[in-house]
């Protein structure tokens, strides 16, 4: 089926593919009734998609790893369906997973850092509001962290400029298969089902002193010295990140017990992702999602919104909002710090929806260690109540695990965890 357009430059082509399963086995109980319902809605919906298509049968493991069919063609241009009144239905969500558009705010701690940074052996009097969030959901938010709000408006300015540019343009930097940096215009090359309605760009910072420009060099390598402005302003941006994400893990390592500098100097030479989340505003959003409900594989996502609303997190079995605020950073947990802190810390399901009004765009970073750093948790967290729950691992693992095996969703470390010890993927 292909969708009629009038601006070629803009088409983008998807795929039609089996749908990937969502099914998990052992998960977090703060999950377990999101899980229980969305698996026997699910259960019911393969039971009759089993009887009336018969023909197909996929292994779980087939299902959840991407594949390109390239006998259906879909054009997706995301100029045009931000206008029209129905969108395309790899879009279209099932009816038990469909959003809902308003939710109530969370109460997610707002966290002052600024004594924190000034005195950095000062213990901050509100750790005890960010070990409870952790404990609980794992977000909470950042206000005077020090990063300079010329620096985060150029890193929203620049991002708008790169979104604004033709499609054959962005193109010059594809989200290749099984990787996870470049453009991608909502993973259409990636996955058939449940698209998200949304554009990224993403790219690798690595804390690395034998590379002290990589970011720029990223820019400049793949789309020209012209970019190199776009290349700096991120470059600098990243850093930023970096610095700020090691100044909270020196915070998550006193409140856990275990020395400040634990999780910091795991985390120095960190080889993290920068996204850049596009949503076209859509005449359907109550059918689809900006970003579908996922736990972040990686160790903390410090993220920046605009001034539109859409970010939501599943805590106590209902949908929350986090309302953007622009002196504020949204900090989460990550699956890779779950497993650091044996579960301790939660990583937890959030989303992204969209509106019919208003584009909306966020700044994501997500920390992550050294490739080849064990994922393990420290001696402080380990004693005979509290065994270990996730085998050692590194991050260049589960990162492959996500890009070749599995979509990202609730259950990924359990997942990940069975796939390790070879078991099937549920
Ligand atoms: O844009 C947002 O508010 C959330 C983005 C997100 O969850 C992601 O990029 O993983």
Sequence with gaps: MKIKTVDNTRQLKCYIKAEPTLLGSRIPSQYS?????????????RETSEMAASCVITSPEEEHTPKLDLVT???????????????????????????????????VPLIDLQNFLAHSHSTLDASRLISEACYKHGFFLVVNHGISEQLISDAHEYMSRFFDMPLSEKQRIQRKEGESCGYASSFTGR??????????????????????????????????????PFGKVYQEYCEAMSSLSLKIMELLGINLGVSGDYFKSFFEENDSIMRLNYYPPCQKPDLTFGTGPHCDPTSLTILHQDHVHGLQVFVDNQWRSISPNPKAFVVNIGDTFMALSNNRYKSCLHRAVVNSKSERKSLAFFLCPKKDRVVKPPRELLDGNTPRRYPDFTWSMLLEFTQKHYRADMNTLQAFTDWLSNKPIQ
Excluded at 33 to 45: E, V
Aim: hydrophobic fraction near 30%; glycine fraction near 2%.
């Design 73 to 107: 063609p879909l054009v997706f241009n995301p100029s045009m369906l931000n206008l029209q009144a129905t969108i395309p239905n790899q879009f279209i969500w099932p009816d038990d997973e469909k959003p809902c558009l308003e939710a109530p705010e969370l109460d």
């Design 33 to 45: 009734t999101y899980q229980q319902q969305h698996n026997t809605k699910k259960k019911r919906r």
């Design 191 to 228: 996955f058939s089902t449940k698209l998200p309605w949304k554009e990224t760009l993403s790219f690798q910072f690595c804390d690395d002193k034998s590379r002290p420009k990589n970011v720029q060099d990223y820019f400049c390598d793949a789309l020209g010295h012209e970019f190199e």
